[in-house]
């Protein structure tokens, strides 16, 4: 079933896009991540123009942080004015990243740049995830009752000034590090073509205390702006947006995703998080890879560019 | 057969008219050469892989005797536009592949489709290919840089030329032009599933004893079809209401996935 792509201007395998999109929203129904994280490096491996995989995969992030989103606002564990305020971050981030990503094409440096992120932060949040789960998993073994939220500590986070009060997450912290985190994933989120539930997630428990249930769903309701907005400036900007390959990819993840979340209720907490965290280490040392090992081929050819 | 080439012979005549001239007639050569497409516009569909484009050519004023003896030959090649190209280099920099240096051309044909009756270096010699330019070892890629010392020139030159026949962009097919009559051949040329739009130049050239005679060519145009040129067009020409059509469609993708899959 091929599949002629207008933007990308070339020929793939419909049912080779289909699966892939598919398999990511498996995973991302599983581990209630968008799942951007996934689908921008293989759309690299299967040789679509790294601006256009990056632009495509946010586009694509959208439809399946929607559908993740629709089920946490029919459980209530959604915290709108959290989400508010990462989106405003989000939005600043996103927007310098959308120019630091045209100016890196223009240099012919794209490539590495988006390769060398993924590394980072695939890498670290991979690692701190997989060390953090295997403990988890190691103590429970033991007997031990695990709580992930430690009572009564203080972060220096908690001292800074112009606090907030977050009623759906029994929170009352600075508005500071919130618009940070927002602008700082808003930021990769333009680079790399990802959401950032990968980064937030992490970031809302360990760093601001949210509570579990509400952060995942809060993640994903933002997520949808900020992917919105990043596809938006793309198309607007670098015209990178194929709307045919994005779709083909949204139908096949929005089916994944229904059945991963299934299969992720029969899976404990500190497993899935085991699990997530071996995919996104492997994720990271498959770029890593790339980018320390000879490549095949040396030389590639790019178009003239614009700046 | 001779229904057949009744056919071919009318196709020529109607697209004979439309063919160029040849540029210079030395004295002694009379032979001719013209060539028509079996179709002058080629459109690229959803489910577009690649296909392959025939060209009839006819050759007047043919000397029997030589004819017999396979005297003649004859290349086409299917120009795409011409685009300028940055060739890349990757260098090991702190352990990493880095692109580092860089060569500029300012004017590559994006694709090269070569058909011959034999390979390219029994026909002639390569000085009259590097004169006319002719076939992807041979072709003139002017570099904007003209200071570059000649060993980058050639290193990124052959590089360029490595990439294209890869990806399937350049390429050449020996034996694709088969002579039908004496005065009758046809040629096969291969377009690549990734061929670009736009218009694009079929060029045949006559030789004969190894010397090249005449060159005659003939334009044909390949287009997106109607959805996938709206598409490009929009992206392009409305690219804000693009984008946000592209965000309206993944969230009615994903709101109805879930309506959808979530009922059992």
Redesign the interface.
Known sequence: ????L??A???VNGLVVLIMGAAVGFLSGLFGVGGGFLITPLLIFYNIPPAIAVATGA??V??????GA??HFRRRTLDFKLAGVLLVGGIFGSSIGIVVFAWLRAL??L??FIS?LYVVFLGSIGGLMLVESVNTLRKSRGGAVVSMKKAGQHHWIHKLPLKMRFRASKLFVSVIPVLALGAGIGFLAAIMGVGGGFIMVPALIYLLKVPTNVVIGTSLFQI?FTA?FT???????N?T?D??L??LL??GG??G??YGAKAGQKLRGEQLRLLLALLVVAVALRLAFD?????G?????????EF | MRLLLGSILLLLATFGAGAQQPASVPDNNPETIQIGLSTDRITITTDYSGTTLTVFGALTDVDQQMARQGRYDVIVVLEGPARPVVVRRKDRVLGMWINTQSETFVNVPISYSVSTTRPLQDMAQPSTYRRLSLGADYMYMQPLDRDDTPATIEEFTAALRERKETTGLYSELIGGVQFLSPNLFRATLELAPNVPIGTHRARAFLFKNGLFIKETSAQLSIRKSGLEQSIFQAAHEYSLLYGIFAVALAIVTGWLGRIIFSRD
């Open positions: 079933m091929n599949i002629y207008p933007i201007e070339m020929s586009n694509q959208i439809a399946s942080s929607m559908s629709m089920a012919g440096q490539d590495l060398l949808i919105a596809t938006i400036v793309h198309a607007a900007t015209q947006v709307v045919v994005a779709f949204m139908v929005v089916a995703a229904q980018l320390f090992v000879q490549p081929d040396l030389y590639s050819l790019g178009p003239l560019g």
